[in-house]
């Protein structure tokens, strides 16, 4: 049984490995030009910044649900353990949906502003 359980584990640890693997990467052909930060408008600064942070929760969430099925699966029925792991992909399912919410507003912004 516990055989299983770490075959589990490295399996879904592997398949998120590989799902990072296949994020596309941007920028890496572009030219080098000499842009300062004053020549950025502010919405798009923003709307940059909230791109990253939003990745960087996908990816943080992504981590927190794979930590929950190992403790779901390691739970062995009890139901502390049980209830700590729903309570973990609750939590990560809540900040991505805080991210997205946030992509929303710098969209909303950006739409009533006209920039």
Not at 26 to 53: H, N, Y
Not at 91 to 114: E, F, S
């Amino acid at each position: 049984m516990k055989t299983k359980k770490y075959l589990l584990s490295l399996t879904l640890l592997i398949l998120l490995a590989v799902s990072l693997l296949a994020l596309p990467v941007k920028g890496l052909a572009q030219t080098s030009t000499s842009t300062t930060l004053k020549d950025i408008p502010p919405v798009t600064a923003i709307e940059t910044i909230i791109t990253w942070l939003i990745w960087i929760v996908a990816i943080v969430a992504a981590l927190f649900i794979v930590l929950a099925a190992f403790t779901f699966i390691t739970a062995g029925g009890d139901p502390e353990k049980i209830n700590t792991a729903r309570n973990q992909v609750m939590y990560a399912l809540i900040g991505v949906v805080v991210a997205l919410l946030a992509w929303g507003l710098v969209a909303l912004v950006r739409t009533k502003v006209g920039a």
